[in-house]
């Protein structure tokens, strides 16, 4: 029996992904504000489940309680195999640097950085206790890897999860625990933070026009075929190279 965890399900690509491993015959277990009434749908059909964990990801008390109660439905005598998907993040604040209050930003980073980290780390922790093989998986961005005027934030998040993704696999390497962790850069996909993205104002966000570009040439992903090539990955297990970086325009 498999089970997956993924943040942020009740759209975009969190949604996708959730649904494409339901296909799967994996279990779901969603952890975000709001459920999914398709999820639902979409799990009774396929003949497994979908559960939702409604959680406030900027608080790490919260985190720490709900992943108690996830490890008591997850890992069981018939559970051989566990996928934590990472993928809720937050865009907001884009400014230039100077520009940002502290405490948007603490909360920017502890949505980013610091819950994938935890659930990332307490997950792990259980699995080698209990014995049942992880994948675990973020989902990153090109933000990573070059600045972006107004994205100090998110740009700073979503490196600093390349470098954990990086740093974890090495260490489960060592350990022979037989884990992997990977990260996986999605590309410019159709979503609700791309709308945030082309509402922001030229002052705060400098490539605003490029950006509503995409929107206007249709450059821009759907998030289904995204989730689609990210399940292909995750459930190869055997193929997957652990702390590597995936990037979606290698399967284009």
């Not at 790490?60 to 993040?89: G, M, R």
């Not at 994948?135 to 005027?149: K, L, N, Q």
């Not at 040439?217 to 459930?235: C, E």
């Amino acid at each position: 029996m498999k089970y997956a965890i993924i943040t942020g399900i009740s759209r975009g690509l969190g949604e996708s992904i959730a649904k494409y491993l339901l296909e799967s015959g994996i279990h779901v277990i969603g952890i975000s504000r709001t459920g999914s009434t398709t999820l639902n749908d979409h799990a009774e059909s396929n003949n497994v489940t979908f559960t939702h964990f409604s959680c406030d990801l900027s608080n790490v008390a919260e985190i720490e309680s709900k992943v108690n109660q996830i490890k008591n439905e997850v890992f069981t005598d018939k559970t051989t195999t566990i996928y934590l998907v990472n993928n809720a993040a937050v865009l907001d604040p884009i400014d230039p640097s100077m520009n940002i209050k502290s405490n948007d930003l603490a909360y920017h980073m502890q949505v980013n950085t610091i819950a994938p980290m935890v659930l990332t780390n307490l997950f792990l922790k259980e699995a080698t206790e209990k014995e049942v093989s992880m994948v675990g998986v973020t989902i990153t961005s090109g933000a990573a890897e070059r600045p972006i005027y107004g994205w100090s934030a998110y740009c700073s998040s979503k490196a600093s999860m390349n470098r954990f993704t990086e740093t974890v696999a090495l260490e489960q390497a060592e350990l022979k625990t037989g884990h992997k962790v990977i990260a996986f850069s999605p590309g410019i996909m159709d979503t609700g933070m791309q709308e945030k993205i082309r509402a922001t104002s030229q002052h705060s966000f400098m490539d605003v026009e490029t950006f509503k570009g995409y929107k206007r040439n249709n450059d821009l992903k759907d998030t289904d075929i995204v989730g689609g090539i990210l399940v292909d990955i995750l459930t190869d297990e055997g193929s997957i190279e652990n702390g590597k970086i995936y990037n979606v325009k290698d399967y284009f």
